[in-house]
């Protein structure tokens, strides 16, 4: 019985002074390619990090509140990860009614810089997003509908935002989606 006692503390003790042994062994002599003590040590790398900007291309939203036909909050939040975009603005609201399926983006020009943008949505309150980007010689853009997550009729109307570019766009060279919901 006395050994099965002494056994562990035994082993420790050997464990701990194979550590030490170890230790002082590394600390008189330094692991091959390991500077001198003598050697100075080398001045750390400072790498500047990128200032914050106010350029919509870095990615800061920018919230647009779109004018609808009811009490309700709808906005969209844009991310241009091209920095072409100068202006977004609701697009004049509804009498009631659809004039696009459902889960479609109608992507039109209003003028040689400007691009009108409807879609449909439910009587609710919404947060949308959409992300722009650069394709090839055109546009990337996905408007990222959330569904509903409460009781809504079946009544839907349409839903219009204007994007003005710095340069001219064409709507014929823009690929356009509308993602419902928020998983890919």
Request: charged residues 25%; without cysteine.
């Amino acid at each position: 019985m006395k050994l099965t006692r002494t056994l562990p503390i035994l082993l420790a003790g050997v464990i701990l002074a194979g550590t030490v042994a170890a230790v002082a062994a590394l600390a008189g002599n330094p692991p091959a390619g390991s500077p001198a003590p003598s050697d100075p040590p080398s001045a750390p790398v400072v790498t500047p990090s990128p200032a914050p900007s106010d350029d919509p291309g870095d990615g800061t939203p920018i919230r647009v509140d779109l004018d609808i036909d009811t009490a309700h909050d709808v906005y969209v939040d844009i991310v241009d990860r091209t920095g072409r975009l100068v202006d977004a603005r609701s697009g004049p609201s509804s009498d009631g009614g659809a004039s696009i399926e459902p889960y479609r983006l109608r992507v039109e020009n209003v003028d040689e810089r400007t691009l009108r943008l409807t879609w449909v949505d439910y009587p609710i309150d919404n947060g949308l997003d959409l992300y722009i980007s650069e394709e090839g010689s055109g546009l990337r853009l996905v408007l990222v509908q959330p569904e509903p997550t409460g009781d809504t009729d079946s009544y839907v109307s349409d839903r219009v935002l204007i994007l003005e570019f710095e340069d001219e766009v064409s709507a014929d060279d823009v690929e356009a989606f509308l993602q419902d919901g928020l998983d890919v």
